[in-house]
């Protein structure tokens, strides 16, 4: 494999020539920045940017921080962030925070020592903790918005409030809310949504069933809690939980859609694999990745350096309501046991 050495020799300049022309080409003459380039294409060489960025005060390495690699959401959401960092010419260590907030800042601080920048995908730790956790670190957030970071998330009311609106069209006036973890940055938001688009429908009454473990599980002991209360559709936190509801239903002899209608969030892959079909929200996973780098990056270059840290850089996407088999028209619902406010189940 060629180096540098074989450039220069092959150009006919020095090793530090070849450095420079390379990598800051306005300290050589054009002619002499010709005849090096030609030379390392030849040679089929390339500097390495990891060495060029230890010399530069950079690695040109990027961090990722996820609290979850196996749940599919972090798993697109990490696709999407080594695919742009990659085109961007960045390298990517990733770490898995599991599901751990306080672990969050022990893994920030190393990657702060190994990387440019970090892109953090952090649902559950307070804003205080995460402020000082990143404080001196280039970063943005995914999935979440905090006060003085730049983050990439998406419009999480309007997504609920679209599931509200269809199950409305379809009849329900009873429906059931199974939140995620209590401390969900998005949960809270999808929460608050609902509130929102139920007081503007004026007709609908929700049913708050508690929070739940955003995962199989958690869905299977929300469905007892809507069978409970008399709902004729639930709302979950997530795909994962809205499966879990399904499944609960089924094992109870409840027909979905025909007997309680289901909506989940997220629209992961295996939201299309299981019968029937789980109408959800669809949300840009890797497409918050590859904006979270390229905000990342944008803010890394010496033109932007300083204006990284500054809430005018929180971005909202988009996302939409994929309607499947899970939801139908409401069929007459029994009369619940009690009329009160629900109480939280636990988490």
């Known amino acids: 494999m060629a180096n540098a050495r074989d450039v220069a020799e092959l150009a006919g300049v020095s090793v530090s020539t070849v450095s420079r022309a390379l990598t800051v080409p306005e300290q050589v003459s054009a002619a002499t920045r010709e005849r090096v380039v030609a030379a390392a294409a030849q040679l089929g060489y390339r500097p390495n940017p990891t060495a060029r960025g230890l010399r530069m005060g950079r690695t040109h390495t990027l961090g990722l921080l996820v ?11 990490t696709k999407g962030v080594q ?9 990517l260590f990733v770490a898995d925070s599991e599901e751990d907030p306080t672990a969050e800042p022990e ?26 956790a990143v404080e001196g670190v280039p970063v943005v957030l995914v999935s979440r918005d ?17 599931a509200l609106g269809h199950l409305h069209a379809l009849g329900h006036r009873r429906i059931a809310v199974a939140s995620g973890p209590a401390n969900s940055w998005s949960g809270s938001r999808r929460v ?19 929070t739940f473990r955003p995962y199989f599980s958690g869905g299977f002991a929300a469905a007892d809690h809507a069978m409970a209360r008399g709902a004729t559709a639930v709302v979950a936190f997530n795909d994962l939980m809205a499966i879990g509801i399904v499944d609960r239903l089924r094992a109870r002899g409840v ?9 989940g969030f997220d629209d992961v892959a295996v939201a299309t694999l299981v019968s029937p079909a789980i109408t959800t929200v669809r949300v840009p996973r890797t497409g918050l990745g590859r904006r979270a780098v390229d905000l990342l990056v944008a803010g ?18 988009a996302v939409e309501l994929v309607i499947r088999e899970s939801t139908g028209v409401a069929r007459h619902a029994p009369e619940p046991h009690d009329r009160g406010e629900s109480s939280p189940a636990p988490a």
């Open 67 to 77: 609290p979850d690699l196996e749940n599919p959401y972090f798993a697109s959401v």
């Open 83 to 91: 695919a742009r960092a990659r085109a961007a010419g960045y390298a």
């Open 107 to 132: 893994l920030v601080a190393e990657f702060s020592r190994r990387v440019d920048g970090v892109v953090l995908a952090s649902p559950r730790s307070d804003d205080d903790v995460l402020l000082r």
């Open 146 to 162: 905090v006060d003085g970071l730049s983050s990439v998330a998406v419009d999480d009311a309007d997504g609920v409030g679209q």
């Open 192 to 210: 608050a949504g609902l509130r929102q688009a139920a007081e503007l429908l004026g007709d609908v009454t929700l049913v708050e069933l508690g």
């Open 255 to 263: 027909k979905v859609p025909q007997d309680m209608s289901v909506v």
């Open 300 to 317: 890394l270059d010496p033109a932007n350096e300083g204006s990284l840290l500054s809430d005018r850089h929180q971005q909202r996407l």
